[in-house]
């Protein structure tokens, strides 16, 4: 029976699609397609759409497709007959879809589309008066049957086809906009639950087709969103901005329906996904996408209790606060307590599901957050699912400020104000809702989930750096205009507000993890030497009670200590080190909080934590955190030496040495066993950085040159560098110059407690890690120090350096090594003991040639070193008549081979060499007949100088600044006659260019330096006049100057100050020279030296530094060098017959005085 059935309903499908074939050929006598269709398909619908299944899936496609192209390509009416064409087509399509399977290709696929574009236009543009029920069917249906088709077939689809369901998208939802527009107008104006009663019956439809289309057009890009050409993505976010500016046009959203809080989703979701893998700059975009999401921050809480406290943990929380999970209100049926748990067994058993209002086969399913609900979705209200459905568009909401922040975050910083709060970020804000609202109020997890990601996207990045502008002030009117800069502070103190209320109180860990995410950017980025002083110290303060108190949760435990100590490490390393925090731990010193019998204190929290040994994560973590500490409060860490050195030597004796050394892991539980390398390692910085803050150790010791920086125009531009491995000291007072002596004693004793009690545990270490950690101890130690020591424990030092730079097979170690004996060999009494300079040579001089460039980086700058120690202590070392002559000069000439040599290598290395050449260069004498053995020999210096002018053109910027002060020393040698060298004319033309050419006034302003160096109008021989005229033209064209990058106007008062004292030395000059054509060029520009020096008599009436208010000395000086340039211009212009001109600067000369 049910075979004849099927038979007869397929003999009616073929019999009908037959006669409409035969029918549509006939070119006359053929009634109206819509009546033809109605006689021949319409008029028995439902047995054609259960006949279908019964068929050949290629027999359905071909005559489906037949029955499209008629369809779309017949003239369409706006009478009812084509409105019934159409509908009857789209549900015939869309129910047999149901049923069976399409067999298409690229053509077919397109006809499709084209038919359904042809449907949805008529039904949306022509038919726009009609119901809407009416209407919104079969563009729902159409809707409907290409998502099934792309669901089915997504794999067969080309980019091609993807780009054309895009477009007929695209075109759906452009159909639509004016009567978006219409729905979403009214639906902001009318409130009454009777209008929204009608609304949500008249434009449920619409909601709907809205929401799918959307829907459609992420599961696009989704699919192939990375090979979608520019043009469709451009046109998908244009279509999606005027969408979502309709939406900001209202300053409240409209919360009718569920179905407006999917069309929301849907929305929201398909911004995310086209946002992820953006194509062109958003910058035009992002103000408005802003506005719009912004509004989403409180949708479906404005009328909630739970939006009036923040919703943290129950840890401290009134009984009034909610929890992190809402209670929900049961409102359905009754239902007998066996059923209920028969139900509740079911929901724990099965994931809930989220209820669509499409079809079962959805794909399209966006997880912005974890896979854990924050309600059930089952067996509820529908209270509660509006609830967790405007959660959902919350979440999407926040997810796209992440998208955009991540695609342009340029222009994203733009919109901090309006995402931030200024002010007052504890109370609830329902009409101007921040970021920090969502993170403090909002009662779903994923939604402060969300929000706390976002936080921490807008502060992770380079666009950050414009926080370092900010500033805070207390006294702001409300109302008054506010600066940025102050914006930015005011926002950066609400954060912090914001922050340490909630890790004070949260008790869930993902949350906490999140929020400790956020604060490491956060003190990173905040400038608080211009914030109020109490923030750094509140923020220390909460995050050490927050360690100290632990956390509930024992899953994850360590994990929220180590990110918490993390926080506190970057809050100790903040430079520079704020008052209040220098006097809390001083404070805690007096009071004995580091004893063990006094436990409260950041001291004693850290050297607690960092006893966990059985934690390697947490004991790494604190050690870095007491590292800070030693480097940013060096003043107090002599109070704690003792509390250092046994946690330290607990943990390297808790590492067993016969432990192959091995990638550090977290060996939890293992207290007996093997401490990993990293803990060591860190263990073994704690006690170097201690050391150095106790030893009052401020970097390498250079010996400066006195004669380059003895000049009273530029002895208040000396800048003091900063050592980055050096601790930071506070500027010293009297009576800290009288406690040195102290300090130096105790430094000495702890360093030989440390040599005695800690070096024999990790000088030889297993782990190359740590033998270079070891090593790298010694570089911290201070000359004063160093030789408070036993003559034993110096000579330990020594070897011990010596034989790791020549027998350690680890390159680290060596590279190491090389560092501390640069440093050591600085000191004064060990650069006079030939003995130890030659193994230090030898050592260095043989890690120049290692294949490694970090190992030969810091052999040269050793060398380098070692020269410029022989430089200084010349005259009682190299030459003494006790110490043999040909062992000299094969030190020196093995120490110049060495520098000449490394001057053909990398520039970080031949900067070093360059160094090295110059301090050779000034010291060695070239002629001598008491040592002639010596590198007396001109082939020497020829190489010298043939490498230093080298080095200018093949060199970086840093090279060429040490050939600078290469070519200062080498003319500061008295044994050289500059006037006789073949070559000074070139080296005083590349100082000139470089004067003149170079972009960084750093290289302008030694290039200077070295031109007035010479001492006498012979030194500068024959380029004499090519220098005073050079120095003349770059003075009078120095204010057009815009040559030099940004970051060297710091410079520039220092250039016009050391080109101020080198003119003056030359003009001195002036006058003993006999060169006439220079004369002539003194009296053509006698006009402008005038003018200078009538500027430059004028700015000493200036009290220009509190140095020389104190002592007249400098001033006097500037007076003597303008006094004596001009007194020898005053005997050029006489001898030149210009007595109106010398007059001149006769009276500007008596007038200085």
Known sequence: MATSSATTAVRSWRTAFLTLRDETSSLSGCPSVSQLLHDVLFSNLHSLVYAASDLPPHEVTSDLLFLLELVSNAPSRDGEDSTLTFTHTCHLVHGILQRVSFEFNSSSFNLILHSFQSIINFFLVKAATKSSATRFKPVMQCLETTRCLTNVYQGKFSPLEIVHLVKFVLHALGCSHAEFVCLYNSSATQRSTAESGKRLHRYSSLWEVLALSFTMLGEAFSRAGSSLPVDIWQSTIEVLRKVIDVIASKSVLGEDSILSSRFYSSLLNCLHVVLTDPKISLSDHVSGFVTALRLFFVYGLTSSPQFTFPAVGHKEVSPNLPSEEPKKIDHTPYRPPHLRKKDRLNIKQSKPQDHRIFSDDDSFTMNFMSSDSDYSDSDGSIKDTDSVQSSKVRVAALVCLQDLCRADPKSFTTQWTILLPTNDVLRPRKFEATLMTCLLFDPCLKARMASASTLAAMLDGPSTVFLQVAEYKESIKCGSFMPLSTSYGHIIMQLHNGIIYLIQRETHDRLLASLFKILMPLISCTPYSRMPGELMLNLIISLRARIEEGFPLKTDQTGLLVAAISCLTAALSTSPAPVQVKQMFLEEISAGSVEVDKRSGVLFTLLQCSERLASPAICFESLQALRAVSHNYPNIMSSYWQQVSTIVFKILKA??????????????????GFTGEKVVTAAIKVLDESLRAISGFKGTEDLLDDKLLDNPFTSDCIRIKNVSSAPLYEQESSEDIKESAKAFQSGSEQWSEMIEKHMPLIL????????????????????????????????????????????????????????????????????????????????????????????????????????????????????????????????????????????????????????????????????SSSHPASLGDSRWLERIVQALVSCVTTGNVKVQWNVCRALSNLFLNETINLEDMDWAPSVFSILLLLLRDSSNFKIRIQAAAALAVPSSVSDYGKSFSDVVQGLEHILENLGA?????????????????????????????????????????????????????????????????????????????????????????????????????????????????
């Open 655 to 672: 590492a067993s040495p016969e432990v192959p050394a091995k990638a550090w892991k977290g060996h939890v539980g293992n207290t007996a």
């Open 764 to 927: 030889q270490h297993i782990s190359s890690m740590v033998r270079t950690a070891a090593v790298t101890c010694f570089a911290g130690i201070t000359s004063s120090v160093f030789f408070s020591l036993l003559k034993e424990t110096q000579e330990f030092i020594i070897s011990s350096l010596i034989d790791s730079a020549l027998h350690d097979d680890v390159a680290s170690v060596r590279s190491a090594a090389c560092r501390a004996i640069g440093v050591i060999s600085c000191f004064p009494q060990v650069s006079q003991s030939a003995e130890i300079i030659d193994k230090f040579i030898h050592a260095v001089e043989i890690n120049t040639h290692d294949p490694l460039v970090s190992v030969r980086i810091t052999a040269s700058w050793a060398l380098a070193n070692i020269c410029d120690s022989i430089r200084h202590c010349i005259d009682d070392f190299a030459f003494k008549p006790s110490i043999d002559s040909n062992a000299n000069s094969h030190l020196m000439a093995s120490l110049t081979e060495s520098a000449l040599n490394l001057t053909k290598d990398g520039d970080k290395i031949k900067s070093n060499a360059v160094r090295g050449l110059g301090n050779l260069s000034r010291f060695v004498k070239y002629t």
């Open 1041 to 1153: 100057d815009h040559l030099s990058a940004p970051s060297s106007f710091k410079y520039r008062v220092a250039l016009q100050k050391q080109l101020t004292s080198t003119m003056l030395h030359v003009l001195s000059l002036a006058s003993s020279s006999d060169h006439q054509p220079l004369k002539d060029f003194l009296v053509k520009k006698s006009s402008f030296l005038e003018e200078w020096f009538k500027v430059l008599c004028s700015s000493l009436g200036e009290s220009t530094t509190h140095l020389e208010n104190e002592n007249n000395s400098v001033g006097n000086q500037k007076k003597e060098m303008i006094s004596k340039a001009m007194r020898s211009l005053i005997e050029v212009y006489e001898g030149r017959k210009q007595f109106a001109v010398a007059k001149k600067f006769e009276m500007m000369d008596s007038g200085i005085w």
